[in-house]
């Protein structure tokens, strides 16, 4: 009985840890697999956003990130990440209107970020791009808080 119980509580663990991240794949003909995601906030202080590099062309030919802003303050962004350039993975240093953003990565390559989620608002409007020069007009998704 008590192995029982032990059982379902690490498989609550499990459902609980999945909850609270998400895992995004970008391929070499410029998609995310993923087209939105969930973050709730009351289940979740923290969520992480994981990317998979699942082509093979190299970072300086198809490289991938995972930014996340208000969708207002989007093209901003984006415009001021590519400016920024490869060595900043094309995001502005020091940019507070990114809410998370991933590095860079090529073919094969994977990465993860973390963030608070006390600073999102339930039911805003946000959205996540890769700011890889010419990307984001395609590799864009809506992040949806509850
Ligand atoms: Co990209």
Do not use: W
Request: with cysteine; aromatic share 6%; charged share 25%.
């Amino acid at each position: 009985m008590k192995k029982i119980v032990l059982s379902t509580l690490a498989l609550m663990g499990l459902a609980h840890a999945n909850q609270c991240e998400v895992t995004i794949k970008g391929d070499d003909a410029m998609q995310f697999d993923v087209k939105e995601f969930t973050v709730e906030k009351a289940a979740c202080a923290e969520f992480t956003v994981k990317l998979e590099h699942s082509g093979s062309l190299p970072l300086a030919a198809m490289g991938h990130n995972v930014v996340v802003a208000k969708t207002a303050d989007i093209d901003a962004v984006v415009a001021d990440g590519v400016a920024a350039g490869p060595e900043k993975n094309y995001v502005k240093e020091g940019d507070e209107r990114v809410i998370a953003a991933t590095k860079l990565v090529g073919g094969g390559e994977s990465t993860e970020v973390k963030f608070k989620t006390e600073g999102l608002e339930a039911g805003g409007d946000y959205t996540y791009v890769c700011t890889f020069p010419g990307h984001a007009a395609i590799m864009r998704g809506k992040l949806l808080v509850k």
